[in-house]
């Protein structure tokens, strides 16, 4: 099993920039993919961004492609989310989630592990 704590969300002006950070514990997790997802009031949770265990695979969603940008540091078990240009509809609930299998998957109930979750406001 491996542990996630978010850290890193907040009130941003549109335009602006965060870098989340997903700090994972546990003797697996950096031959773990993880994935960074979020969830807007009243939507269905979303894939965001994944990466592989050793970081040499990312995949990102075609509408934060050019603007997001996701990254690890095995050597310190965290996972990062550096996010520019933000939008209004990027806000939600920012969640970073860990499965065992190779591949990076789009589907949330492909990953085993979760965060609690950080809060990402943009406004206009």
């Known amino acids: 099993q491996v542990q996630l704590v978010e850290s890193g969300g907040g009130l941003v002006q549109a335009g602006g920039s965060l870098r989340l950070s997903c700090a994972t514990s546990?003797?697996?997790?950096?031959?773990?993919?993880v994935g960074w997802f979020r969830q807007a009031p009243g939507k269905e949770r979303e894939f965001v961004a994944g990466?592989?265990?050793?970081?040499?695979?990312?995949v990102h969603v075609d509408s934060v492609k050019g603007r997001f940008t996701i990254a690890r540091d095995n050597s310190n078990n965290t996972v990062y989310l550096q996010m520019n240009s933000l939008k209004p509809e990027d806000t939600g609930v920012y969640y970073c989630?860990?499965?065992?299998?190779?591949?990076?998957?789009?589907?949330?109930?492909?990953?085993?592990?979760w965060g609690q979750g950080t809060q990402v406001t943009v406004s206009t």
């Open positions: 990466i592989s265990w050793n970081g040499g695979s990312t």
């Open positions: 989630a860990a499965r065992s299998g190779t591949g990076i998957m789009i589907a949330p109930i492909r990953y085993t592990d």
């Open positions: 546990g003797r697996t997790s950096r031959s773990h993919t």
